[in-house]
């Protein structure tokens, strides 16, 4: 918010449809974002300060911009002052009548708002704690109240009075709480229309998702507290390399809060909250105060064995964006090769054959996944041949490839991108008649010297 002292020719709200007890204070710049404008005033009767906020003049003819600010003030009075501003004015039930100026009145918070606190930073994990513990308490009110934020940010939490233990939550201007969906349903996120912010831009809030989940806001807690204890914001859950906020700068942690005792917990918490997909980060906010509270169990007294710290490294590799892609490839690549696997017995089943071997097993150092086949006649032991049908995953990419027993020859069945299992799963599928007319003519050379050597 504003400070009384700003700069002399700060605008003084002339044009605005104003309280008449409300007065703005002179000589201030108006602070505010996209949406309006927010100057500093005081009642005339009893001297209160307050925070008026207004809409910006090109907004006042938009139908959503004017329901966003009744829906603000609706959202604040829902929440009656519980860590956040109290609604002292408004005019808000006037937002209806287009090209009417809105206003609304709240409390006056003394205090910086945490970027100004930690002004680009890195803070201790006992300060970020501090004010985790009142934030996570502000937000589990809001949404016991069925209300959504959806745009928790550094420069949305004041410290009432600079003290991190009492933040409070301002501007609901991207609240939202069970609106009654046949008055208010076009007021839905345009298509194309992207929301949140540019603090931590969240996949569920691309443009053209209606996605509204408690997790959203769980995710831009997670989001304050790495920026708390490294000064800059995580901006997005996936780096161009896959990698998570707290993988991709980790150099950002000062050395005194990577040596922490607590680290690994907070490493843990990180790589929870900011998983892509929704239903895998934490599920509300007990969870993730359950998450934050485990860390008040350490002390600078554990003590670690040789053991310890094998199974750290095991899971820094394994939880790791590097091992957590090989993982998964691993599994797309294994769930391909089955259904090859299966549909390859049932098709050669059709012409009296049968398929003995080993299934689909990780190999090559956990790099490829692979099948060894050796097709027979029914009841028939000779003559067979075999194949081996291999997928490997590095540099980014799929290949599936087969070779026949005894053969040098590698044929490519496909190539592509490891972020496109769908597609290896169609190629290997595909592939089934491919392999079958390779094997089949090796065993018709094979059929014939064995006739042959049966004539002798």
């Not at 229309?193 to 989940?213: I, K, S, W």
Request: proline share 5%; glycine share 8%; net charge negative.
């Amino acid at each position: 918010m504003v400070d009384e002292k700003a700069a002399p020719d700060a605008a003084d709200a002339e044009g605005i449809d104003k309280p008449a007890d409300w007065v703005p204070i002179p000589g201030q710049k108006p602070a505010g974002g996209g949406q309006g404008a927010v100057v500093q005033v005081r009642h005339q009767g009893n001297g209160q300060l307050g925070a008026m906020k207004t809409l910006h003049p090109e907004h006042l003819k938009s139908k959503e911009r004017r329901y966003r600010m009744q829906q603000e003030v609706f959202l604040l009075n829902m929440l009656d002052a519980k860590g956040v501003p109290r609604v002292l004015a408004d005019n808000v039930d006037a937002w209806k009548a287009r090209g009417k100026p809105l206003y609304a009145v709240v409390d006056w918070i003394d205090g910086p708002t945490l970027a100004a606190f930690c002004n680009g930073q890195p803070q201790t994990i006992d300060i970020a704690l501090a004010v985790m513990h009142g934030l996570v308490d502000v937000v589990r009110r809001c949404h016991a109240a069925g209300v959504l934020h959806r745009d928790i940010k550094p420069d949305n939490i004041i410290l009432r009075n600079g003290d991190v233990g009492d933040p409070i939550l301002i501007d609901f201007g991207m609240g939202w709480a069970a609106p009654d969906e046949e008055r208010f349903g076009e007021f839905l996120t345009g298509e194309g229309q992207e929301l949140g912010n540019r603090f931590l831009r969240l996949p569920e809030y691309a443009p053209g998702h209606h996605v509204r989940d408690t997790r959203s806001d769980v995710t831009m807690l997670v989001a304050v507290l790495f920026y708390l204890l490294t000064g800059v914001a995580p901006r997005v859950l996936l780096d161009p390399v896959g990698k998570l906020p707290h993988e991709a700068m980790l150099a950002r942690f000062p050395e005194s809060t990577t040596s922490d005792p607590r680290w690994e917990r907070l490493r843990r918490i990180f790589q929870v909250g900011f998983q892509q997909r929704i239903d895998m980060r934490y599920a509300d906010t007990n969870q993730f105060a359950q998450a934050l509270a485990s860390l008040s169990d350490l002390t600078g007294n554990d003590v670690t064995t040789p053991l310890d710290e094998h199974l750290k490294r095991i899971r820094d590799l394994t939880e790791s964006a590097n091992g957590a892609l090989l993982e998964q490839c691993q599994r797309d690549s294994l769930r391909a090769l089955q259904g090859f696997f299966d549909d390859f017995r049932t098709r050669i089943q059709q012409f009296g054959f049968e398929a003995g071997g080993q299934g689909p097993v990780v190999t090559e150092w956990g790099r490829a996944v692979k099948t060894t086949l050796y097709l027979s006649k029914v009841g028939v032991a000779e003559p067979k041949v075999g194949f081996v049908h291999q997928i490997s995953f590095e540099n980014g990419r799929f290949q599936a490839s087969y070779s026949v027993v005894g053969e040098a020859l590698w044929t490519i069945l496909y190539e592509g991108p490891l972020a496109d299992a769908d597609s290896l799963r169609d190629a290997a599928a595909n592939a089934v008649d491919r392999v079958l007319d390779t094997l089949l003519e090796r065993y018709t050379v094979a059929l014939e010297k064995h006739v042959a050597r049966m004539n002798r």
